[in-house]
């Protein structure tokens, strides 16, 4: 049983195994994932059927648990109506799995897509015959490339249309960028975009920050599409600091140990190793629970949690990754104004005076003015509105 | 870092995130089905194949995948238990699947499982089971109307199957006033009411869009015959009927049609069923019957009945009253009292004539004696006592076909024939279908005939025998092909009936023949590509003794090979002659020019030895002989 505040006093009667299967299933609502499923549900609630949500995160920040939530929510919320309806799915989720060679593989994604629908007889779906088949409600076939995705593709439309769930989640959809030559990037947005549109389900997409790289391809795309973050917590930002410490003191509650140990007194160092995302202290905490566990459950000692931490070169890859995604999601003055020069709000400035930007970008240079109409090498900033 | 002061860290819920349980789906999309409560609506059949459409997969596949399973036959179902591949051809009986049996209610009850929906038996004719009979109620055969489809295309609606159009009584649409189709305007075939491949609006077969093309709608307004008209007009109530069941089922309830035949006999003619049956136009015994309730009526009969007494179903069933002019009541004579039957039967008894109780019910006003045996059965029998050794004697069988005279000349002629014919044959020429009925008439000369007949076809065995036998002697074995056309047989079944080991040794000789000939011939065509000089393929054919043709047959590239080298060769060996010409004219004119002769063609060719002297002739030859002279500078 999962309890607020701590676990339950007669846990620590029960086997090792009772003990870690409650701390593995225990999720805490912490604010950012609490903020970013608030934002998701406005957004699914709000927007245009068919519209594209974008949630973009890093590794371990909680994407996938923020998934689940909004899976259940939206199932408990629609419980009276399917009783009525029996043919309405509430929501679906699945995960974009990558490929193993080669391009992503998009017969394996509707293939799982109807199967996550509990439609019958996936096997054996054909090629509907002419597009005069169902004129009533636009689903047309397509002519595609890929002939054996093409009549999948098409009874995962139907099916959606037919089970019209409230939103379609998509877990790990950077892997729709896995393809063999950078000209198909767009096609493969552009399939999930044509697929919300025709069937006017909404589609979330989860991903790491890759999924950046996908939806900024197109004006139309950007559009269309409403980006959220689920970013990790900042160390630099007090409120976010605090709610980090807030964080681990929650998990240290609920490690179901006879001595509760003291992991706040040294957040330094968890924040250290999980460069504050939520999901990688939980697997390490409960990592070492595990060892604690066998060996017999008393106590967690530094020694056990310093060996199951990652590593300072696993940790600064990590945090590379994130902050290059930070960095270009974050919407900065100088970005700002180019916009607004080339909407013609204002003068094209010669001199213009960087102000200082919340994160130093590691790239730009002081140097010498160049030949007038020569651009400086720097990188535009380019952003995405959050929302 | 450095380190803040740090607040009193709060604990944060926990979520839960174990999914609700959920009420089950329905495991096919709940398509609605179309036009329930109207004229217009659609058949069982025609949604199944809408639901598969709307599933994507074949009608075969939703019906081996979903619905075999909830029905548990074992004729559908592998040793293993899992659904037989093309289980929907096993079901003979699909066209009652719009009908009213047990099967139709079966496949209801399994669709209706699958979509959780409750009110499919409204696409079947299930709720007539009480009022109408089975017989010739539903097609076998699938009919539609171009038009209907075209329509339904072009309004963006989806397009069905119409529950009227598997009636077998209805011939045309009512919308568009025309004739149904049953044939496939593409490949002609008609099909079944549910196939495989069956979709809504196409060919169950070739999968041709069944809409009328543009041209040929709208040019029907013009003369709309009588025979079209009235069929239009019993669809229309067959129509209303099906737009009835839905909203009042209460009112087709079992010997309900049976009461309103009889409050409508009481009604129209004083309850003179016969007098009714002249009315409503329908045969009397079956008026009995209905009015009994042994019978149900079939639909084109009740069609026929509400036609006649001017009421819509609705109305009929509802309990309205006729609103038709009612016949003449003056005409219509009144059933006879009781009292006056039982007086009137007594003084038959006494009556001189002897009558039959037939007659007598005529007399008095009945159409048939029936009533009579209700009332006083006693008297009735009696009655037929009486009537019956007056009455003249009856033949109940039918006459005969050929008289037994016809029959011992037919028989006693085949006799005398030659070769015998069978008994079928001469039972045919009689005009009977069977020769059953002559061994009863006539059973000394069947047999007899038979015996010869059996005699015959002995022999007949015996001869081709000695044939065979013959044939195995051939050579080169002949195909059995050729024996039989030899023999006047068109099949090949009844030499290998009658002769089984004979046709298998001459099928074997003769294809141990084609693979000698092949063997020998191979090696022959390998050899000849070694060969110096190398032979033609006629040279090699006759080595082998076959013909150029089997040759090329039977290895079409070496016969090739065989032939370009020959002609390489010939080629090669005219090229020598040619240059051997060539010198030997030189040597000719330089000899004779030496010898101070002019060395004129004629004189060259005289000098030239024999083996080239005689290409001279040639033309070409003659532009050496000048090249020769040119080179030699000599003049000419």
């Known amino acids: 049983m999962i309890a607020d505040g701590s676990f339950p006093p007669d846990l620590l009667s029960q086997p090792a195994p009772a003990r870690l299967a409650y701390f593995t299933a225990l999720t805490i609502a912490h604010p950012m994932l609490r903020d970013a499923y608030e934002d998701l549900r406005c957004a699914i609630r709000e927007t245009a059927p068919g519209s594209l949500i974008l949630v973009q995160g890093p590794a371990g920040v909680g994407k996938t648990t923020l998934l689940q939530r909004v899976e259940r929510e939206i199932n408990e919320e629609m419980l009276p109506e399917l009783e009525v309806d029996p043919e309405r799915v509430a929501v679906v989720r699945l995960e974009a799995v990558a490929p193993e060679a080669g391009s992503f593989n998009w017969k394996d994604y509707f293939r799982r897509l109807l199967f996550a629908l509990e439609e019958p007889m996936v096997e054996r779906k054909i090629a509907a015959a002419a597009a005069a088949t169902a004129p009533h409600n636009n689903l047309t076939m397509l002519a595609s490339h890929y002939a054996a995705s093409a009549k999948l593709r098409y009874a995962a439309e139907q099916a959606l249309h037919h089970r019209r769930p409230l939103a379609v989640l998509v877990d790990d959809a950077q892997h729709l960028a896995i393809i063999s030559s950078g000209r198909k990037l767009l096609d493969q947005l552009n399939t999930i975009k044509s697929i919300a549109n025709m069937t006017q389900t909404t589609h979330v997409l989860t991903g790491t920050y890759e999924l950046l790289a996908l939806c900024n391809l197109s004006g139309q795309l950007s559009r269309r599409s409403i980006g959220i973050q689920l970013t990790r917590y900042r160390a630099g930002n007090d409120e976010e600091r605090q709610a980090f410490i807030n964080a681990l003191w929650t998990f240290q509650q609920h490690l179901p140990l006879n001595a509760t140990p003291d992991l706040v007194t040294d957040w330094d160092y968890f924040y250290e190793r999980s460069i504050g995302c939520i999901g990688v202290l939980k697997d390490w905490l409960t990592r070492s629970l595990a060892v604690a566990l066998r060996a017999g459950g008393e106590r967690l000692t530094r020694r056990e949690l310093e060996r199951r931490a990652l590593s300072v070169a696993q940790c600064a890859k990590m945090l590379a990754e994130t902050i290059e995604g930070e960095r270009r999601l974050t919407e900065t003055e100088e970005a700002r104004g180019a916009l607004r020069r080339n909407l013609s709000l204002e003068a094209e400035t010669t001199a213009a005076a960087r102000p200082t930007t919340e994160q130093p970008t590691p790239t730009s240079r002081a140097r010498g003015r160049r030949r007038v109409g020569r651009r400086q090498p720097v990188r535009d900033q380019i952003g995405v509105k959050s929302a | ?636």
């Not at chain 2, 949604?47 to 997969?57: D, E, Q």
């Not at chain 2, 139709?104 to 079947?124: G, I, M, N, Q």
């Not at chain 2, 017989?135 to 989806?158: G, M, Y």
């Not at chain 2, 070694?530 to 076959?546: G, I, L």
Request: hydrophobic letters at 40%; aromatic letters at 6%; proline letters at 7%.
């Open chain 2, 1 to 636: 870092m450095t380190r803040t002061r740090l607040q009193t860290p709060t604990v944060y819920p926990a979520w839960n995130l174990a999914l609700p349980r959920l009420p089950p789906r329905s495991r096919l999309y709940r398509l609605e089905p179309i036009g329930v409560g109207t004229p217009a609506v659609e058949s069982l059949t025609g949604y199944i194949t809408r639901l598969a459409a709307a599933h994507s997969v074949d009608t075969g596949t939703l019906f081996r995948e979903e619905l075999v399973p909830l029905f548990n036959r074992s004729y559908l179902l592998t040793p293993e238990g899992k659904p037989v591949p093309s289980a929907l051809v096993f079901i003979k009986t699909i066209h009652a699947l719009n009908g009213m049996s047990r099967g139709a209610a079966a496949w209801v009850s399994a669709l209706e499982t699958l979509t959780r929906f409750d009110h499919l038996r409204y696409l079947t004719l299930l709720a007539w089971k009480d009022v109408l009979t089975l017989r010739s109620l539903t097609r076998t055969k699938r009919a539609w109307c171009p038009d209907c489809f075209t329509e339904q295309r072009e309004q963006r609606q989806p397009v069905y199957d119409a529950l009227v159009w598997t009636l077998n009584c209805i011939t045309v649409c009512v919308r568009h006033r025309q004739r149904l189709e049953t044939l496939c305007p593409q490949c002609g075939k008609w099909s079944a009411l549910l196939t495989g491949k069956a979709r809504a609006g196409y060919c169950f077969h070739c999968q041709a869009w069944l809409g009328s093309s543009v041209e040929a709608r709208g040019d029907t307004d013009d003369g709309f015959s009588g025979a079209l008209m009235d069929d239009v007009r019993a669809a229309t109530v067959v129509g209303e009927m099906l737009a009835l069941s839905p909203k009042f089922p209460a009112l087709l309830a079992r010997h309900r049609f049976s009461t309103l035949v009889s409050e409508h006999i009481a009604h129209c003619t004083k309850g003179n069923t016969s007098a009714f049956a002249r009315f409503i136009e329908v045969d009397y015994l079956k008026v009995k019957q209905l009015k009994s309730g042994m019978n149900l009526p079939p639909l084109d009969v009740l069609v026929h009945i509400l036609q006649r007494l001017g009421l819509s179903p609705s109305d009929f069933f509802s309990g309205s009253q006729a609103m038709v002019d009612l016949p003449d009541q003056r005409d219509i004579q009144p059933l006879p009292k009781k009292s006056k039957v039982v007086g009137f039967l007594q003084s038959a008894l006494t009556d001189a004539n002897r009558p039959s109780t037939g007659e007598l019910a005529k007399r008095i006003g009945y159409k048939q004696e029936g009533q009579f045996r209700q009332t006083c059965p006693e008297l009735c029998k009696a009655i037929t006592a009486r009537h019956k050794p007056a009455r003249s004697p009856q033949s109940f069988y039918r006459p005969r076909l050929q008289t037994d005279r016809a029959i011992r000349d037919a028989l006693s002629g085949a006799l005398e024939e030659n070769p015998v014919p069978s008994l079928q044959t001469v039972a045919e020429r009689l005009g009977y279908k069977y020769a059953a009925t002559l061994k009863g008439r006539c059973p000394d000369l069947y047999r007899s005939l038979m015996m010869r007949r059996r005699m015959h076809l002995r022999q007949k065995a015996e001869q081709t025998k000695r044939v065979l036998e013959a044939v195995l002697e051939e050579d080169p074995p002949p195909t059995l092909r050729t024996v039989r056309q030899r023999l006047g047989y068109t099949t090949d079944t009844t030499l290998k009936y009658q002769h089984p080991e004979l046709c298998q040794a001459i099928i074997a000789r003769h294809k141990d023949f084609v693979q000698a000939i092949t063997m020998k011939i191979q090696p022959a065509l390998e050899g000849a590509l070694t060969e110096y000089p190398p032979p033609s393929v006629r040279q090699v054919a006759r080595n082998v003794k076959r013909s150029i043709g089997k040759l090329y047959r039977l290895a079409p590239a070496l016969c090739r090979k065989i032939a370009a080298r020959r002609l390489e060769h010939l080629a090669h060996r005219a090229a020598q002659k040619r240059a051997a010409l060539r010198c030997e004219i030189k040597r000719a004119v330089v000899e004779l020019h030496a010898a101070g002769i002019y060395p004129s063609p004629a004189r060259v060719t005289r000098i030239l030895p024999a083996s080239v002297a005689y290409l001279m002739r040639r033309e070409d030859s003659l532009k050496l002989y000048g090249e020769a002279l040119h080179e030699l500078g000599i003049g000419g």
